[in-house]
């Protein structure tokens, strides 16, 4: 299985800062409408994954090339990461890895979401975000959202 590193240019403050929108571009998303939550869902799932990958690279300096939620996290704990999920996170995992299909249509095997799944993945996130080493949550709390991946975010006014 390939892996990622820091000489691939990754970082865990790069990682989480695309978790952290695609988490509130998803909250976006399930607050607008019911057609908009496969898109939701999906988001949420890059959103948590991104979360494991960024604790994968700081506790070992690489990230397998792996999409499984569940298998991440087996990850980190074999790398001695004290994650214990509870029965609630174990359950939003996994419904979190069939959203991973959202991102297709499911024509024979359709994916179940709804609105009421957000709070779960909200809870899942902050669990995960408190389980973070302290660097790594203050380098989250002092991110510059308008810097993206190298880029500046900027928006124009239009004229009405």
């Known amino acids: 299985m ?3 590193t ?4 990754f970082s865990e403050s790069a990682l989480l800062h695309s978790a952290v929108d695609h988490l509130g571009s998803a ?8 057609s908009c939550f496969d ?9 948590i994954e991104l979360v494991l990958k960024a604790m994968l690279l700081n506790k070992c300096d690489w990230f397998p090339d792996e999409h499984s939620l569940a298998k991440l996290s087996a990850s980190i704990v074999k790398q001695n990461v004290k994650l214990h999920y509870g029965s609630e996170h174990e359950d939003i995992v996994r419904t979190l890895d069939k ?11 359709p994916i ?8 779960r ?5 902050d669990f995960l975000i408190l389980s973070l080493p302290t660097g790594m949550q203050n380098e989250l ?7 993206k991946g190298n880029r500046i975010l900027m928006s124009k006014k239009k004229d009405i």
């Open 2 to 4: 390939k892996k990622f």
């Open 6 to 9: 820091r000489q691939d240019g």
């Open 27 to 34: 909250r976006v998303l399930f607050d607008r409408s019911p």
């Open 39 to 47: 898109s939701a869902g999906y988001l949420c799932h890059l959103g």
């Open 99 to 109: 959203f991973n299909g959202l991102r297709y249509p499911q024509i024979l095997d």
């Open 112 to 119: 179940e979401i709804g609105d009421d799944d957000w709070c």
């Open 121 to 125: 993945i909200e809870n899942l996130f």
């Open 141 to 147: 709390k002092q991110m510059d959202h308008s810097n």
